[in-house]
């Protein structure tokens, strides 16, 4: 029975986003299948809800696509003409166990352990699996994108991308931090076109999956097959984080090639990374120069109004009543990344669920309390200092010190900036705090980082990722 239940898994991993499905599938326990009933175990309520109403199609479905042979190979099933096992109205039933969390945490993490080191032990190269084409994610549509300052360009490009593919905007280069809305807006714009041809082939993975592929492909002697499908039988290439190529010198290579074959044949080519184009490191000129050769669409961090739309519309897609002061205090803590807004929002509701509370301002308060550092004490400049510190990995004397090198002297002036903006810190004493400078020093470190957090994306990113790292 294990067996079918790893069948199902695997089928049922092929369907769903990694996330998804870490976040949902992998904590179920497989108890049994006696008559119609396939029974699993689930952490908590919450879980047996979730995927009552988001999964029982999808685990089902693969529970009886692979169900029948292997039922009736495995429980010898003998009634005579029944060769499929498997009733036609099968059904889920939940058993909730309060202990499966903690066995699952401690799995996960063994296996974080034991992945770290293995690749501190490896030499660098990748397990090469062949895996599947990750199909395109039915969640993420334009309809439930929500658009602001911060996006528009990148969602007015995707949008006319999908609705005329191979004409404007080719090479499409999407870039913005992690969590922004990247994959969303691809997919988004896989589903017009399919919506509108479903002859298109459209081919969507990540820059991983290419590379996995291709190194299988080079070891198993199938290479001019890997290349007829993408250079001949691909209408629509989205690539995903196109910024894991950097170093692969030989995959970058087979990338060019495949790029180059499709842009003549005017497919359409989007590809999305963390960094602009010029920032992805060692990744060949004229992989760069193709990109940009193109349509180079940013998204940045969403600003308040946007963060505050976007609960909302996830509130309303996953049933969870959130008041307006709820919303606001939480766009108002998660600052950067969409994705920790939406697991944030998660969180709670998972937490009145359990605790069978209302969603208020006061569970919510509660909640953002843990992941600060330390909620009752006041923030000293010490903290920031300490802070600064870990987020760019250098050392406390380094901080302090006097030495110019960009290294430590961003990050010195970039804690400077917060200890004055946050605590309102006079420059004479900040010199004090750092090592003895002058005020002068200070003062200027604060001006620069104070127009750097205007015109500079990345430094506004890093400021707002120490401000909540420290709870601001
Ligand atoms: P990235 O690929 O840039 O790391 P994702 O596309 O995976 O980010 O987005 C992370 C999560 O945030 C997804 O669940 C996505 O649906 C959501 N998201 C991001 N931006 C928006 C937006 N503007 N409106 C609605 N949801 C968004
Ligand atoms: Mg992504």
């Not at 029982?56 to 495995?74: F, P």
Request: hydrophobic fraction near 40%.
């Amino acid at each position: 029975m294990e067996n079918l239940w790893e069948s199902a898994l695997r089928e049922i991993r092929g369907r769903l986003s990694s996330e998804n499905f870490e976040t949902w599938i992998e904590p179920i326990r497989f108890v049994s299948i006696e008559e119609d009933q396939v029974r699993l175990r689930v952490p908590n309520r919450f879980y047996e809800e979730w995927l009552s109403t988001h999964y029982v199609d999808v685990i089902l479905e693969a529970i009886r696509l692979h169900g029948d042979g292997l039922l009736s190979e495995q429980l010898n099933y003998e009634e005579p003409g029944n060769s499929s096992a498997l009733p036609e109205d099968l059904k889920l039933q939940w058993v909730v166990d309060e202990g499966l969390q903690r066995e699952i945490e401690h799995i996960r993490n063994t296996e974080r352990i034991a992945d770290e080191q293995a690749s501190k032990a490896s030499t660098g190269s990748k397990t090469a699996v062949q895996q599947p084409h990750a199909d395109l994610n039915p969640k993420y549509n334009f309809d439930n994108f929500v658009v602001g300052p911060s996006n528009q360009l990148a969602h007015a490009a995707s949008v006319a991308c999908g609705s005329s593919p191979g004409q404007r905007y080719n090479p499409l280069f999407i870039y913005g931090g992690v969590g922004l809305g990247k994959t969303h807006l691809v997919n988004a714009l896989g589903h017009t076109i399919t919506a509108s041809n479903n002859k298109v082939r459209i081919l969507y993975l990540s820059a991983e999956q290419f590379t996995n592929e291709f190194i299988w492909a080079l070891k198993n002697h199938r290479i001019s097959e890997f290349r007829e499908q993408y250079r001949s039988r691909c209408d629509v290439l989205l690539m995903d984080d196109i910024q894991f190529l950097a170093g692969r010198e030989q995959t970058q290579e087979e990338f060019f090639h495949t790029f180059n074959a499709l842009y003549h044949l005017d497919r359409q080519i989007v590809v999305t990374s963390d960094v602009y184009p010029q920032q992805i490191q060692e990744m060949e000129e004229r992989l760069i120069s193709r990109f940009q050769s193109g349509m180079v669409a940013d998204i940045q961090a969403p600003e308040l109004d946007t963060r505050i739309a976007i609960l909302q519309q996830k509130a309303e897609q996953e049933s969870i009543e959130l008041l307006p002061d709820v919303a606001l205090f939480l766009a108002q803590v998660v600052k950067s990344n969409v994705r920790e807004l939406e697991g944030t929002l998660i969180r709670i509701a998972v937490k009145a669920d359990l605790l069978n509370r209302p969603i208020d301002l006061e569970l919510a308060q509660e909640t953002m309390q843990v992941s600060k550092t330390s909620p009752d004490k006041a923030i000293g400049v010490d903290d920031i200092q300490r802070t600064v510190c870990d987020y760019f990995g250098i050392r406390m004397a380094d901080l302090k010190g006097r030495r110019r090198h960009r290294a430590v002297s961003f990050p010195r002036a970039l804690a400077m900036y917060v200890s004055r903006s946050r605590l309102g810190c006079s420059f004479p004493d900040l010199g004090d705090r750092f090592g003895g400078k002058d005020h002068t020093t200070v003062m200027s470190a604060y001006r620069k980082i104070s127009r750097l957090v205007k015109e500079d994306s990345k430094v506004r990113q890093d400021v707002e990722a120490i401000e909540r790292k420290l709870g601001f």
